[in-house]
């Protein structure tokens, strides 16, 4: 469920490549790219292995918007994930993991702070970016790194990753029920579409356009 937030991070990635992809692409000393998420053309899914049977849903991007500078890969910025939009197609279960599991309530956010983007290989048709990062879930931070597909289409960055979390292990209750048994581990899967511009190094102003920004 958490994996959601995992790709808001991805996105990131596609900054840094999409600013240098050419010549004319690149971007100045003092200045960096931005990168606006697209919630309608982004998915975020999640697979969750148990017995007797498979669980498999998504979640809702709620806003993103990241920052990078293409000289040095260091980014600011957050994607922010709705915790209360988990859908598996199955009320119950989805109110429980809601609740119990998640308890979007208290934390009706999940959000990943990309801090330094890599990239591998010519920035030419779909090319391989690795993010670091702080993820936040359950009111909780914890560094996270990640590799994503990224692909350069004029102004927009079409991106795509699929990673794991932890869930258990960073301190959520394990859904395991008598003889209903699930792993520990959530499997989830991002597929984005953000928006390139450029903007100037002036913080403050910049700043004010993040999520939850005053």
């Known amino acids: 469920m958490r994996l959601i937030l995992a790709s808001i991070v991805t996105i990131g990635l596609a900054l840094q490549t999409a600013a240098r992809a050419t010549p004319a692409d690149s971007v100045t000393a003092g200045q960096w790219t931005a990168l606006t998420f697209d919630a309608a053309q982004t998915t975020i899914a999640y697979k969750l292995i148990g017995w007797p049977h498979v669980t498999d849903g ?7 918007l990241i920052r990078v500078d293409a000289a040095s890969g260091k980014m600011a910025g957050e994607i922010v994930v709705d915790a209360a939009s988990g859908d598996s197609g199955h009320s119950v279960r989805d ?18 702070a990309p801090q330094q983007v890599e990239s591998h290989g010519v920035p030419r048709g779909e090319f391989p970016v ?25 102004d927009d960055a ?20 008598l003889f209903f048994k699930v792993e520990q581990n959530v499997s989830v899967e991002v597929s984005a ?9 002036d913080c403050a102003t910049w700043r004010r356009g993040l999520p939850g920004a005053r």
């Open 58 to 64: 998504t979640f809702r991007l709620k806003s993103g």
């Open 95 to 112: 109110a429980r993991m809601k609740d119990s599991i998640l308890e979007a309530n208290r934390y009706p956010e999940i959000s990943f």
């Open 130 to 154: 690795v993010v670091r990062g702080v993820m936040t879930l359950h009111g909780k931070a914890h560094p996270f790194t990640f590799t994503a597909a990224v692909e350069r289409r004029g």
């Open 158 to 177: 079409m991106i795509h990753c699929h990673f794991a979390i932890p869930y258990v292990a960073w301190g959520l209750k394990d859904p395991s029920v």
């Open 193 to 201: 579409t953000a928006h390139i511009s450029d903007r100037s190094a």
